[in-house]
């Protein structure tokens, strides 16, 4: 089982008409959702609003066949993010967060030890910032990880840091208990603007991650190890946004890791074992990238060859 930890929430997006749409979203939301639809048992961990779309929410976990026996419950009404895009499909935020349902998550609401059958956890986004979540998650990660896969997602969003030097400490401190760092090429460029890409994952390797994966958007993906760089394409698509994209990817990645048996915190691989699964992960965004919103592929679709 793989466990997803932190927001889940609405975006409001453009709908190609001068109007707007609410959709479901959230980093971990995003990813939670892609895993289940690649066929990687998945439960995600966080804060559902008790509100309309808080129901929403969970009917979409649920229907593409997530487990929410992790998640807490409450009034708070659920967060939102207005999303704007740029000429490329690219989205930037605008968050919605106080006395919002996603930030609410009280270590008290988590269980003092997961399950025996998770062999790997996820988090990121908006969980690292947002309090008393951020307390809560950095908390369930460093208990948990020297049992299971963790992988950090940072996927920084700039707009809801207050202290950006207190943000990066706290990143350092689970990059340390992290066996693999997925990364934007933006966001490393925020978190260490002193270093090109792969040396800012390099330091990432010097904390104590075992693998660094860095998205370079439509050129591709790379993996940094002790043992090298290796570098691959993303296909060509036509890009209707970018939404989800990177987290569909983190998806892939793990799924892939699933698919091979090796979701473990001593995680080793090859050079061709890390071609192919970012092959794979590119192949996920990819498709992701030609649907509006975040709408990752099912694994039939992957089966059957969908079009890119």
């Known amino acids: 089982m793989i466990v997803v930890c932190g927001e889940a929430l609405v975006d409001i997006i453009p709908a190609g008409d001068d109007t707007r749409r609410p959709v479901p979203g959230g980093g971990p939301f995003n990813t939670a959702r892609a895993l289940a639809r690649l066929g990687a048992p998945t439960s995600f961990m966080g804060r559902l609003s008790t509100d309309a779309f808080g129901v929403m929410l969970a009917h979409e976990l649920t229907t593409d066949g997530a487990d ?10 659920t967060t939102l993010a207005v999303a704007e895009l740029d000429g490329d499909g690219l989205a930037e935020y605008e968050f919605y967060v106080h ?13 003092a030890k997961l399950p025996a059958d998770v062999n790997a956890l996820h988090i990121g986004t908006l969980g690292l910032v947002l309090e008393p979540m951020a307390t809560t998650l950095v908390e369930v990660a460093r208990r948990e990880s020297n049992d299971r896969l963790l992988m950090l997602d940072p996927n920084v969003r700039p707009q809801v840091v207050t202290d950006a030097d207190e943000y990066r400490r706290r990143l350092d401190g689970l990059v340390a208990h992290s066996t693999i760092v997925k990364a934007s090429e933006s966001d490393l460029a925020w978190l260490r603007p002193q270093l090109d890409c792969e040396a800012a994952a390099g330091r990432m390797l010097d904390l104590g991650a075992r693998l660094v994966l860095v998205t ?61 699964m970012l092959g794979f992960a590119c192949l996920v965004a990819a498709i992701t990238c030609t649907r509006a919103g975040a709408d990752p592929p099912w694994r039939a679709e992957l089966n059957k060859g969908a079009p890119i």
């Open 68 to 77: 929410l026996s992790l998640v807490s419950y409450g009034p708070e009404p």
């Open 99 to 111: 006395g919002t349902s996603a930030p609410n998550l009280l270590l008290e609401m988590v269980p």
């Open 216 to 276: 370079l958007g439509s050129a591709g993906a790379l993996a940094v190890t002790s043992s090298g760089t290796v570098r691959v394409a993303a296909p060509e698509v036509e890009v209707v946004d970018t939404i989800g994209a990177g987290d569909a990817f983190g998806a892939g990645v793990l799924a892939w890791l699933h698919d091979h048996d090796t979701l473990r915190p001593d995680l080793v691989l090859d050079r061709d074992q890390l071609a192919s």
